[in-house]
């Protein structure tokens, strides 16, 4: 038996289309992130800088929302490493962007136990009430809307993480509101993480 | 017995230094330092503690395994990258009880002669990694961390890191990869990472629980942590339940404790009165038990024993409204989305095996996909570096074991069979 390489159930990108990142503006890093990052750069050996890799893309992000081509090339420089290396963990790791997003990234936990509770009506709402489908962002740029996998509040779900902050027990019912109260209250719309032990012991 | 690792979590200042110093943080450390290193791994071995992370591979055996030679820095890394779908207890030990973990990172250290400890956590969990930096700067001002601490004499510096996203970089040796600032993608071993480690050195990778609970052996002995669990499955443990109970939620018990008691004790049981159809015991990577298994220990061997593994002792409970061939394709999206490429059978496999449940799940289904679906994932089981390629198979072989009938339904009435008010639950 032999697999047909145009089989009709298709679901969704090939994992090996890369997408081109982004070029941008001209990009370097302010006084103050740069020194920040060069007291991150302490914590690993002189020899092993490239360790601070990951907070330099960190800082990227805080400053531009988005990992450009132009800002890959400048952390290259910072770090000590050429710049494909730094787009193949650019590439790799889920939470950062090669392209620019919404101000409120929306990310939707679909695994299991948050799908067990109702995360992809939670979406479907979403999807619906911004008018773009997952992995879209909408015209104006406010919202970016993601499937994501389990963030590990699994106790919890639906779980939506919006940019760093956690939404939990989104039931599909209230989704909409969510975005009505993001839009006027910020990230003060959002839960937070609660976190509920139980010890019956 | 009442819990230990979790006792005060749910005081409002339970993270801070010094509601720790009240309940006897820091008190393994200071007995540690009075010891020989390698005494501290003996009674570590003598406690018989196995890793919380998933294998349950013995922890003093493990730190057994670093060479005593100076002449290379030793590190110690704290795997805090808790992403297998369901788990979700590091979570509350770092964020409730961050100093706890620190005096584990930090007895570590001292075992193996490493001055330096990385905690790696996941990207997700800033808020935790924020709690763990300001539990790291109050320890170090007070002498708890940092150059000569508790004034022995010996160093030690504990860092944060923050991962970006990637649950391969849960796997011990794609942790290193990721630490060094490359792609979160397993090492070919042996060399171990206890020889040839972080930057070539030695090093141990210890999950967040099992080094909590280090400090309790420390302070109450071997004995007493024998004495907690079965035979072979000594010590506290967390337990994380979620999907369709009541209360799903974080509890610790001894491994004496049985699936059934957890699911219908601890967390409530079934939601809505309904029936048990599956539960999955130990994480998205261990096999699917019926409700027939369910009155065996949540042990590792206990686990073993009934089928299944304990894994990260995060049970997924299912209801009798779930389709268990939708359950797997959920899984399979996870897998194959997270499958980090090195390896083909995972890396191809994941993406035939998605394609194939599809199919069958919205209705398309052929006979022969049931026997192809088989034979992918019993193609990349063993075949792959880490064991990954082991884990993304078990919900497919699992549910095809006990629920082979579901899938041939979906095949021959072309739809799922089950009712659609039940599927309006999850869709």
Same mark, same amino acid.
């Given at each position: 038996m032999t697999f047909h390489p145009n089989m009709p159930y298709d679901t969704g990108l090939h994992q090996s289309a890369r997408q081109l990142p982004e070029a941008g503006e001209p990009f370097a890093f302010t006084p103050e992130r740069r020194a920040r990052l060069e007291e991150i750069a302490t914590r690993y050996p002189p020899e092993r800088r490239r360790s601070a890799l990951l907070p330099a893309l960190y800082l990227v992000q805080q400053q531009q929302g988005y990992v450009s081509a132009r800002a890959m090339e400048h952390v290259a420089e910072v770090i000590g490493v050429t710049p494909a290396e730094v787009e193949d963990v650019v590439s790799y790791y889920t939470m950062f962007y090669a392209r620019p997003v919404g101000r409120y990234i929306l990310q939707v936990c679909r695994t299991l136990s948050c799908a067990l509770n109702g995360a992809e009506r939670v979406t479907d709402v979403l999807s619906r009430k911004l008018g773009i489908k997952p992995g879209d962002t909408d015209p104006t740029g406010t919202f970016t809307l993601l499937e994501v996998e389990c963030l590990g509040a699994c106790d919890r779900g639906p779980v939506v993480m919006v940019n760093d902050h956690w939404h939990e027990c989104l039931r599909p019912e209230d989704a909409e509101r969510l975005v009505d109260d993001l839009r006027t209250k910020g990230p003060g719309a959002l839960s937070g993480c609660h976190l509920c032990v139980e010890d019956k012991l | 017995m009442g819990p230990v690792l979790t006792p005060h979590v749910r005081e409002p200042d339970s993270f801070t230094l010094d509601a720790s110093l009240r309940h006897g943080v820091y008190e393994g450390l200071r007995k540690a330092l009075a010891m020989e290193p390698?005494?501290?791994?003996? /009674?570590?071995?003598?406690?018989?503690?196995?890793?919380?992370?998933?294998?349950?591979?013995?922890?003093?055996?493990? *730190?057994?395994?670093? @060479?005593?030679? @100076?002449?290379?820095?030793?590190?110690?890394?704290?795997?805090?990258?808790?992403?297998?779908?369901?788990?979700?207890?590091?979570?509350?030990? $770092?964020?409730?009880?961050?100093?706890?973990?620190?005096?584990?990172?930090?007895? +570590?250290?001292?075992?193996?002669?490493?001055?330096?400890?990385?905690i790696y956590i996941r990207g997700e969990f800033l808020h935790v990694a924020t709690v763990l930096e300001a539990a790291i700067a109050e320890a170090r001002a007070r002498g708890f961390l940092g150059a000569n601490i508790l004034g022995s004499g010996y160093d030690c510096e504990i860092y944060v890191h923050r991962g970006a996203g990637?649950?391969? +970089?849960?796997?011990?040796?794609? /942790?290193?990869?990721?630490?060094?600032?490359?792609?979160?993608?397993?090492? =070919?071993?042996?060399?171990?990472?206890?020889?040839?480690? !972080?930057? #070539?050195? @030695?090093?141990?990778?210890?999950?967040?629980?099992?080094?909590?609970?280090? @400090?309790?052996? !420390?302070?109450?002995?071997?004995?007493?942590? &024998?004495?907690?669990?079965?035979?072979?499955?000594?010590?506290?443990?967390?337990?994380?339940?979620?999907?369709? &109970?009541?209360?799903?939620?974080?509890?610790? +018990?001894? $491994?004496?404790?049985? !699936? %059934?008691?957890?699911?219908?004790?601890?967390?409530?049981?079934?939601?809505?009165?309904?029936? =048990?159809?599956?539960?999955?015991?130990?994480?998205?990577?261990?096999? &699917?038990? =019926?409700?027939?298994?369910?009155?065996?220990?949540?042990?590792?061997?206990?686990? &073993?024993?009934?089928?299944?593994? !304990?894994?990260?002792?995060?049970?997924?409970?299912?209801?009798?409204?779930?389709?268990?061939?939708?359950?797997?394709?959920?899984?399979?999206?996870?897998?194959?989305?997270?499958?980090?490429?090195?390896?083909?059978?995972?890396?191809? #496999?994941?993406? *035939?095996?998605?394609?194939?449940?599809?199919?069958?799940? %919205? #209705?398309?289904?052929?006979?022969?996909? =049931?026997?192809?679906?088989?034979?992918?994932?019993?193609?990349i089981n063993g075949k792959t570096l880490c064991p990954f390629g082991d884990a993304e198979v078990a919900p497919v072989l699992s549910t095809l074991q006990h629920f082979r009938h579901e899938y041939e339904a979906h095949i021959r009435e072309g739809r799922c069979p089950l009712p659609a008010e039940w599927r309006s639950g999850h869709r």
């Open positions: - | 390698g005494k501290v791994i003996d /009674l570590v071995k003598a406690s018989g503690l196995r890793g919380r992370g998933g294998a349950g591979f013995p922890t003093g055996m493990k *730190w057994g395994f670093v @060479p005593k030679d @100076p002449a290379k820095p030793k590190y110690v890394c704290c795997n805090a990258d808790e992403s297998e779908p369901g788990t979700f207890k590091d979570h509350v030990l $770092m964020e409730r009880n961050p100093h706890l973990v620190l005096e584990g990172v930090a007895i +570590a250290c001292y075992a193996i002669g490493a001055k330096v400890g990385y990637a649950y391969e +970089a849960g796997e011990e040796s794609a /942790l290193l990869e990721s630490l060094e600032g490359k792609r979160a993608q397993p090492r =070919l071993r042996p060399p171990f990472p206890a020889v040839v480690g !972080l930057y #070539g050195c @030695p090093t141990i990778i210890n999950n967040v629980e099992t080094l909590a609970n280090v @400090p309790l052996i !420390l302070v109450n002995g071997a004995e007493w942590f &024998v004495a907690i669990g079965p035979e072979k499955n000594s010590g506290p443990k967390l337990f994380c339940i979620s999907g369709h &109970v009541n209360t799903p939620g974080v509890y610790e +018990a001894s $491994m004496h404790t049985t !699936l %059934r008691q957890l699911i219908y004790h601890y967390a409530g049981g079934i939601r809505g009165g309904r029936e =048990l159809k599956a539960v999955i015991p130990g994480g998205s990577s261990t096999p &699917v038990l =019926l409700p027939g298994a369910i009155d065996a220990p949540a042990s590792f061997d206990g686990m &073993v024993k009934a089928g299944s593994m !304990l894994g990260s002792a995060a049970l997924i409970v299912m209801d009798e409204t779930t389709c268990m061939v939708w359950a797997a394709e959920n899984l399979i999206h996870f897998y194959r989305h997270e499958s980090c490429g090195k390896c083909t059978p995972c890396r191809e #496999g994941t993406d *035939w095996m998605l394609k194939l449940l599809h199919k069958i799940e %919205r #209705g398309d289904g052929e006979m022969r996909d =049931l026997d192809l679906l088989e034979s992918v994932a019993r193609n």
